[in-house]
């Protein structure tokens, strides 16, 4: 029964697709027979019309030897001229597509249709005057090129009506150069866009008060304002391609203020390839308003440092474990083993990697940091080459409820795969570290910042190369604030923010993961590698601006809520303690911090200390002996709660 089924199914699908071809079949031999009637009405008319110039307007005029040949021509050339144009390809054009190149291929072929009319005249039926075929054959080409372009002209007075329809969403585009122009073209020519271009936006002074397809440029971005309340603008398309990530936020951040929906036209390289068009629009993201330039790497030193290597990431199904892994993956590694105690994300990651990397040699390994056995079988297994540690609890209110599991597994499931790189001869250990770590005010800063001290420690002590890389907030990544905002908006708000003058550092996964990769080529052991991130970002504007950005007001459409500093956070990041200075790199955007001096059989002694304090749970202690430890390390709740008591 189930075979029967699928035959019939089987028959029903060739059916359709027989129809759908017949369908296809019958719409252009439709269009081509009109086309024919057409193409043989023109040439009638403008050789008829020929005769009738020559003889001064005058039919009276025309001899009758030369009407009578006019005559008997006219079959044989109509029918000769048709296949001419046939073998042109003239009727496998799309009409609404009729470009120069159309009138170019129907110059040539009206110029053989005029040269075979003059062999067929010539040879079977006597002289005609000259100007007969050059007249003919000019207004053959006029004709025919007319029939093909009065149906273009059709179209494009009928979308210039439509424009004016105030039914039609309001669009105002911000660049008058090359993208806009081809941008504002396809806007009036689609059929398929329900917009009307209203204005243009140009700083170029010379461009402002002209028109540009038509389209005044009002002024420059001091005029957008103005121009939204004038045009009523629902949509703002900008479409500056070259613009630097300095001046596009700029601009956006005027755009964002309108309430209208912005769009951003994509970069430089896409015009380039003829893929400037409506469906390359796309939303303004966020990273776009943070006005900095994207973190350059060095590509090829990457590809030496990682190829023909065994590579073990762990926590490599987190936000940033992950993007290490595909970056990684993308450099031609030896092997790459990823370490992850969550099994979901493990296996998200992998399924990942084995469709887009099919000749990547991958092991997947479901493990804890915190388990020494478990690490030790791990790494006397694969032997790895480089290690990427990323496996950390990094929710900073959640920290501070729990500070044992903080050193757990920051703390000592960092010494425990620090101490398995030691010992199995690691190449090179690199640290996800945080700008938290710097004068950290959490419970989450200060284990990240004794993981840096460990690794310092193990440096000294080790032929492994021991590096950290310190970075701030990263967008997008699992517990960040971009995607709860998000949610929040969705939901219909409030969007909740903790203090109104509260700054964070910000970048993105790949930059992220690209400083990573560059710092374990720069890193010789125990260096700190910071990232210069520009200037540091209210969380309130950058509430506010997705707010917009979504387009909604905050406080009217959407609510903003300041809830007060969670436990552990503070009003602003440090990237580098003064102890520690700076050193540059040869990228100008990655420092090397200097180690600061530390007693370290002291260190190792706090460690064993509040080892045990943490394994048997007592929490109080955990949070003194971290004070002990990480000298720049501040309570802030218990600094408020002497401050209200004194």
Same mark, same amino acid.
């Given at each position: 029964?189930?075979?029967?089924?699928?035959?019939?199914?089987?028959?029903?699908?060739?059916?359709?697709?027989?129809?759908?071809?017949?369908?296809?079949?019958?719409?252009?031999?439709?269009?081509?027979?009109?086309?024919?009637?057409?193409?043989?009405?023109?040439?009638?008319?403008?050789?008829?019309?020929?005769?009738?110039?020559?003889?001064?307007?005058?039919?009276?005029?025309?001899?009758?030897?030369?009407?009578?040949?006019?005559?008997?021509?006219?079959?044989?050339?109509?029918?000769?001229?048709?296949?001419?144009?046939?073998?042109?390809?003239?009727?496998?054009?799309?009409?609404?597509?009729?470009?120069? !190149?159309?009138?170019?291929?129907?110059?040539?072929?009206?110029?053989?249709?005029?040269?075979?009319?003059?062999?067929?005249?010539?040879?079977?039926?006597?002289?005609?005057?000259?100007?007969?075929?050059?007249?003919?054959?000019?207004?053959?080409?006029?004709?025919?090129?007319?029939?093909?372009?009065?149906?273009?002209?059709?179209?494009?007075?009928?979308?210039?009506?439509?424009?004016?329809?105030?039914?039609?969403?309001?669009?105002?585009?911000?660049?008058?150069?090359?993208?806009?122009?081809?941008?504002?073209?396809?806007?009036?020519?689609?059929?398929?866009?329900?917009?009307?271009?209203?204005?243009?936006?140009?700083?170029?002074?010379?461009?402002?008060?002209?028109?540009?397809?038509?389209?005044?440029?009002?002024?420059?971005?001091?005029?957008?304002?103005?121009?939204?309340?004038?045009?009523?603008?629902?949509?703002?398309?900008?479409?500056?391609?070259?613009?630097?990530?300095?001046?596009?936020?700029?601009?956006?951040?005027?755009?964002?203020?309108?309430?209208?929906?912005?769009?951003?036209?994509?970069?430089?390289?896409?015009?380039?390839?003829?893929?400037?068009?409506?469906?390359?629009?796309?939303?303004?993201?966020?990273?776009?308003?943070?006005?900095?330039?994207?973190?350059?790497?060095?590509?090829?030193?990457?590809?030496?440092?990682?190829?023909?290597?065994?590579?073990?990431?762990?926590?490599?199904?987190?936000?940033?474990?992950?993007?290490?892994?595909?970056?990684?993956?993308?450099?031609?590694?030896?092997?790459?083993?990823?370490?992850?105690?969550?099994?979901?994300? !493990?296996?998200?990651?992998?399924?990942?990697?084995?469709?887009?990397?099919?000749?990547?040699?991958?092991?997947?390994?479901?493990?804890?940091?915190?388990?020494?056995?478990?690490?030790?079988?791990?790494?006397?297994?694969?032997?790895?080459?480089?290690?990427?540690?990323? !496996?950390?609890?990094?929710?900073?209110?959640?920290?501070?409820?729990?500070?044992?599991?903080?050193?757990?597994?920051?703390?000592?499931?960092?010494?425990?795969?620090?101490?398995?790189?030691?010992?199995?001869?690691?190449?090179?250990?690199?640290?996800?570290?945080?700008?938290?770590?710097?004068?950290?005010?959490?419970?989450?800063?200060?284990?990240?910042?004794?993981?840096?001290?460990?690794?310092?420690?193990?440096?000294?002590?080790?032929?492994?190369?021991?590096?950290?890389?310190?970075?701030?907030?990263?967008?997008?990544?699992?517990?960040?604030?971009?995607?709860?905002?998000?949610?929040?908006?969705?939901?219909?708000?409030?969007?909740?923010?903790?203090?109104?003058?509260?700054?964070?550092?910000?970048?993105?996964?790949?930059?992220?993961?690209?400083?990573?990769?560059?710092?374990?080529?720069?890193?010789?052991?125990?260096?700190?590698?910071?990232?210069?991130?520009?200037?540091?970002?209210?969380?309130?504007?950058?509430?506010?601006?997705?707010?917009?950005?979504?387009?909604?007001?905050?406080?009217?459409?959407?609510?903003?809520?300041?809830?007060?500093?969670?436990?552990?956070?503070?009003?602003?990041?440090?990237?580098?303690?003064?102890?520690?200075?700076?050193?540059?790199?040869?990228?100008?955007?990655?420092?090397?911090?200097?180690?600061?001096?530390?007693?370290?059989?002291?260190?190792?002694?706090?460690?064993?200390?509040?080892?045990?304090?943490?394994?048997?749970?007592?929490?109080?202690?955990?949070?003194?002996?971290?004070?002990?430890?990480?000298?720049?390390?501040?309570?802030?709740?218990?600094?408020?709660?002497?401050?209200?008591?004194?």
């Amino acid at each position: 029964m189930s075979k029967d089924n699928d035959n019939k199914d089987k028959r029903e699908e060739k059916n359709n697709t027989q129809g759908i071809k017949s369908l296809y079949n019958r719409s252009w031999w439709s269009i081509a027979l009109t086309l024919f009637i057409c193409d043989a009405l023109s040439i009638l008319i403008a050789y008829g019309s020929a005769l009738w110039i020559r003889f001064d307007f005058r039919i009276s005029h025309v001899p009758s030897e030369y009407y009578y040949i006019w005559l008997k021509s006219l079959g044989i050339h109509i029918v000769l001229s048709l296949c001419v144009y046939n073998i042109s390809g003239l009727y496998k054009s799309l009409w609404k597509y009729v470009s120069i !190149a159309e009138m170019q291929r129907t110059l040539f072929a009206s110029g053989i249709s005029a040269l075979l009319h003059i062999i067929t005249v010539q040879l079977l039926y006597g002289e005609m005057p000259a100007s007969y075929y050059l007249i003919g054959w000019l207004l053959e080409f006029i004709f025919i090129t007319g029939v093909r372009y009065s149906y273009r002209g059709a179209r494009k007075i009928r979308n210039i009506m439509e424009q004016k329809s105030d039914k039609l969403e309001h669009v105002m585009v911000i660049g008058a150069g090359e993208a806009g122009r081809t941008l504002i073209k396809e806007l009036v020519n689609s059929e398929y866009v329900s917009a009307k271009v209203c204005c243009i936006i140009d700083d170029d002074i010379c461009k402002q008060g002209r028109l540009m397809n038509g389209f005044k440029i009002v002024g420059g971005r001091e005029s957008i304002k103005d121009a939204v309340e004038e045009y009523k603008i629902h949509r703002i398309i900008f479409a500056i391609p070259t613009a630097t990530p300095k001046e596009r936020k700029a601009i956006l951040d005027i755009c964002s203020d309108t309430g209208c929906d912005i769009q951003v036209l994509p970069g430089i390289y896409q015009m380039v390839n003829g893929e400037v068009s409506l469906s390359s629009l796309r939303e303004v993201s966020v990273e776009e308003l943070l006005g900095r330039d994207p973190i350059e790497v060095n590509t090829d030193e990457i590809l030496t440092h990682v190829k023909d290597k065994v590579i073990m990431v762990t926590g490599g199904g987190g936000s940033i474990g992950s993007e290490l892994c595909r970056q990684i993956a993308a450099h031609n590694p030896k092997r790459l083993v990823i370490v992850d105690m969550y099994e979901n994300n !493990a296996y998200d990651i992998q399924q990942e990697l084995k469709m887009n990397y099919d000749k990547l040699n991958l092991d997947v390994i479901v493990a804890s940091v915190r388990d020494t056995r478990r690490m030790d079988n791990v790494f006397d297994t694969f032997r790895p080459d480089i290690v990427y540690h990323a !496996a950390a609890h990094k929710h900073v209110p959640l920290m501070e409820v729990s500070p044992q599991e903080a050193v757990k597994n920051n703390v000592f499931g960092t010494y425990k795969t620090a101490a398995a790189a030691m010992k199995y001869g690691v190449r090179k250990f690199v640290l996800i570290s945080t700008d938290k770590a710097v004068n950290p005010t959490s419970i989450m800063g200060a284990t990240k910042r004794i993981c840096e001290m460990i690794v310092q420690n193990f440096n000294r002590a080790s032929s492994t190369e021991f590096v950290a890389v310190r970075f701030g907030n990263v967008l997008g990544s699992n517990g960040s604030v971009i995607p709860l905002f998000k949610k929040q908006i969705k939901a219909g708000g409030p969007v909740t923010v903790t203090h109104p003058d509260i700054i964070r550092y910000f970048m993105t996964i790949p930059e992220a993961v690209s400083l990573v990769l560059q710092a374990g080529a720069y890193g010789k052991g125990g260096e700190i590698f910071v990232l210069d991130m520009g200037e540091p970002v209210k969380i309130d504007t950058l509430a506010r601006n997705l707010i917009k950005l979504s387009g909604m007001t905050p406080d009217v459409d959407i609510k903003i809520e300041y809830t007060g500093l969670r436990p552990g956070e503070k009003l602003y990041e440090e990237l580098l303690m003064k102890e520690e200075g700076l050193k540059k790199t040869a990228n100008r955007m990655i420092f090397i911090g200097k180690p600061i001096d530390m007693n370290y059989e002291t260190f190792e002694q706090e460690l064993a200390e509040i080892k045990e304090a943490a394994e048997n749970n007592r929490e109080e202690e955990v949070k003194k002996m971290i004070g002990r430890i990480v000298k720049t390390y501040h309570n802030m709740d218990e600094e408020n709660m002497r401050a209200k008591v004194g």
